[in-house]
């Protein structure tokens, strides 16, 4: 079974950066999605970016292009995203995902990954 854990959320001022870890122990199969997505209370979890492992392409939400960034480091079982320009609008919990097995492609809804982050919270001050 594999686990997902969250790292480096936290508190800045807006125009600030961050970067966020999500590790998963456990075996990681080739055919994967990786991904980001958020959620701020009052509102449906939405993808910030994710990956599959078949094309290598980062898929961004519109809101976050240019101002964050997919890795990953595959050796490490671990993906990153670094913020940038940080906006109070992106003040939100972060969850990490993978989903296994995919279809050809990663999904939209959080809830159709295999396996999923308890979350960390990302507050922006304006």
């Known amino acids: 079974q594999v686990q997902l854990a969250e790292s480096g959320g ?37 993808e910030v970016a994710t990956i599959w492992s078949g094309d ?5 939400a519109d809101n976050v292009k240019g101002r964050f960034t997919f890795s990953r480091d595959t050796a490490e079982n671990a993906w990153f ?17 993978l989903r296994t097995y995919t279809d050809g492609y990663c999904p939209r ?3 159709w990954y295999s396996f999923r982050g308890r979350g960390i919270q990302v507050t922006v001050s304006s």
Request: net charge neutral.
């Open 81 to 97: 995203l670094e913020m940038s320009s940080l906006k109070p609008e992106d003040t939100a919990q972060y969850y990490c995902a």
């Open 10 to 46: 936290g508190s800045v001022h807006a125009g600030g950066s961050l970067r966020l870890s999500c590790v998963a122990s456990g075996y990681i199969v080739r055919d994967n999605c990786m991904g980001w997505f958020r959620q701020t209370p009052g509102k449906a979890r939405e």
């Open 56 to 60: 290598e392409v980062v898929k961004y």
């Open 109 to 111: 809804l959080f809830e």
